[in-house]
Nanobody, 126 residues
Framework: QVQLVESGGGLVQAGGSLRLSCAAS????????MGWFRQAPGKEREFVAA???????????YYADSVEGRFTISRDNAKNTVYLQMNSLKPEDTAVYYC????????????????WGQGTQVTVSS
């Protein structure tokens, strides 16, 4: 298990940008796959993006269709941190954003990820 703490959420106008950060505890961060999910009011938690561990696959990235081309996930293993750069934000991006971790990118379902942060609120005004 790894402990995760998100930051960087806030209020932004449509078309603006935010960068979320997720700081992870532990010495083996580089061996974990990291992901971002989001949950809007009244909706289920959904996959946003993921990045594999920086091993054999060299940090492959995966995105939901709804954010492809607008969001970028990256990781800094020296800082035990994963980022989500969000550009061209839309009101429908409003949600609580959660960081997740697991030993591999096993899938895009919530149950595919073993460790979770507490979430950070992102609100996009129109």
């Amino acid at each position: 298990q790894v402990q995760l703490v998100e930051s960087g959420g806030g209020l932004v106008q449509a078309g603006g940008s935010l960068r979320l950060s997720c700081a992870a505890s532990g010495r083996t961060f580089s061996t974990y796959a990291m992901g971002w999910f989001r949950q809007a009011p009244g909706k289920e938690r959904e996959f946003v993006a993921a990045i594999s561990w920086s091993g054999w696959s060299g940090g492959s990235t995966y995105y939901a269709d709804s954010v492809e081309g607008r969001f970028t996930i990256s990781r800094d293993n020296a800082k035990n941190t994963v980022y989500l750069q969000m550009n061209s934000l839309k009101p429908e991006d409003t949600a609580v954003y959660y960081c997740a971790a697991d030993r591999d990118v096993r899938g895009r379902r919530v149950l595919d990820w073993g460790s979770w942060g507490q979430g950070t609120q992102v609100t996009v005004s129109s």
